[in-house]
């Protein structure tokens, strides 16, 4: 027997009087079948699909509190608002179902499962970026934390920051949908670009089996040395410069000072002498 711990009072029926995260993550997603299927599923055309046999989904399910208690052991804070239901104080049709917020900082959070196979945090954050964005708007914070436990047996945290700008698009995009389900004129994508999420550098990669990588290395070091002798020379050369000196000239370089005061320097070619005329 398949277990789904969220109550299901009236749910499905409530979901159709407002846009949820989830709403948000198919309305600016790239499936004009799955954004047909949902303007159906608010105008009352459709039920909403039937979760209890795919066991993805239930895995999320379950493993929902112990996703929140990693996480309030492994940064120390402690999450409220659990399963809290809110509405925008001003779009009323935008609503949130929240998985918590950080009681330190007021971060929205949510607890996810994903599938170790080709996981990444780009493609994570990616994934979810509408829901956190959409759920951030509608409770007026400033970021979220996604919390993820793989199959793997890995648990990942990713900070997200409220991003004005997909917000605003994200506003536009549901406003545009809520209006077709009132109209009944079908919505078509509105293909909105995810921003790139700015993520914490926190991996150590090994490049030795990079060719590439070897060959840039080896001209690193065996220039590395000869540069740093170079940019030195260039300043005590700027040094040597008379102040009032426009171009000077030298042992096979000229220097030249700019307008601004800049100085800049180039190598002179020396001439072949003339061959003589008889």
Not at 1 to 5: G, R
Not at 192 to 203: N, Q
């Given at each position: 027997?398949?277990?789904?711990?969220r109550?299901?009072f009236?749910?499905?029926?409530?979901?159709?009087t407002?846009?949820g995260?989830s709403?948000?993550?198919?309305?600016?997603?790239?499936?004009?079948?799955?954004?047909?299927?949902?303007?159906?599923?608010?105008?009352g055309?459709?039920?909403?699909?039937?979760?209890?046999?795919?066991?993805?989904?239930?895995l999320?399910?379950?493993?929902?509190?112990?996703?929140?208690?990693?996480?309030?052991?492994s940064?120390g804070?402690?999450?409220?608002?659990?399963?809290?239901?809110?509405?925008?104080?001003i779009h009323?049709?935008?609503?949130?179902t929240?998985?918590?917020?950080?009681?330190?900082?007021?971060?929205?959070?949510?607890a996810?499962?994903?599938?170790p196979?080709?996981?990444?945090?780009?493609?994570?954050?990616?994934?979810h970026?509408?829901?956190?964005?959409?759920?951030?708007?509608?409770?007026?914070?400033r970021?979220?934390?996604?919390?993820?436990?793989?199959?793997g047996?890995q648990?990942?945290e990713?900070?997200?920051?409220?991003?004005?700008?997909?917000?605003?698009?994200?506003?536009?995009a549901e406003?545009?949908?809520?209006?077709?389900v009132?109209?009944g004129q079908?919505?078509?994508?509105?293909n909105?670009?995810?921003?790139?999420?700015?993520?914490?550098?926190?991996?150590i990669?090994?490049?030795?089996?990079?060719?590439?990588?070897?060959?840039?290395a080896?001209?690193?070091?065996?220039?590395?040395?000869?540069?740093?002798?170079?940019?030195?020379?260039?300043?005590?050369?700027?040094?040597?410069?008379?102040?009032?000196?426009?171009?000077?000239?030298?042992?096979g370089?000229?220097?030249?000072?700019s307008?601004?005061?800049?100085?800049?320097?180039?190598?002179?070619?020396?001439?072949?002498?003339?061959?003589?005329?008889k």
């Open positions: 027997m398949i277990l789904n711990k109550p299901q009236c749910f499905d029926k409530d979901r159709r407002f846009i995260g709403d948000a993550r198919i309305i600016m997603g790239e499936d004009a079948g799955a954004l047909l299927r949902l303007w159906q599923e608010k105008r055309e459709l039920e909403p699909p039937d979760r209890s046999g795919d066991l993805v989904v239930q999320g399910n379950c493993t929902e509190d112990l996703n929140r208690i990693w996480y309030e052991r940064s804070h402690t999450i409220q608002d659990v399963q809290r239901r809110v509405r925008h104080p009323k049709w935008m609503g949130a929240l998985d918590g917020r950080v009681e330190q900082t007021g971060t929205v959070f949510e996810k499962f994903m599938l196979w080709n996981f990444s945090q780009e493609a994570a954050a990616e994934k970026m509408a829901q956190l964005q959409h759920n951030m708007w509608v409770v007026a914070a970021s979220a934390v996604l919390s993820i436990i793989t199959g047996g648990w990942v990713i900070k997200i920051h409220a991003d004005p700008l997909y917000q605003h698009l994200l506003l536009m406003k545009k949908f809520w209006r077709c009132h109209s079908p919505p078509v994508l509105f909105i670009e995810t921003p790139r999420p700015r993520l914490d550098a926190v991996k990669v090994d490049m030795s089996t990079s060719n590439q990588w070897a060959e840039l080896v001209t690193y070091l065996r220039t590395r040395d000869a540069h740093g002798e170079h940019e030195m020379a260039k300043a005590d050369l700027k040094k040597l410069m008379p102040e009032e000196a426009k171009e000077a000239i030298g042992h370089i000229k220097a030249k000072r307008k601004s005061g800049a100085i800049s320097f180039e190598a002179q070619v020396a001439e072949e002498p003339h061959a003589s005329v």
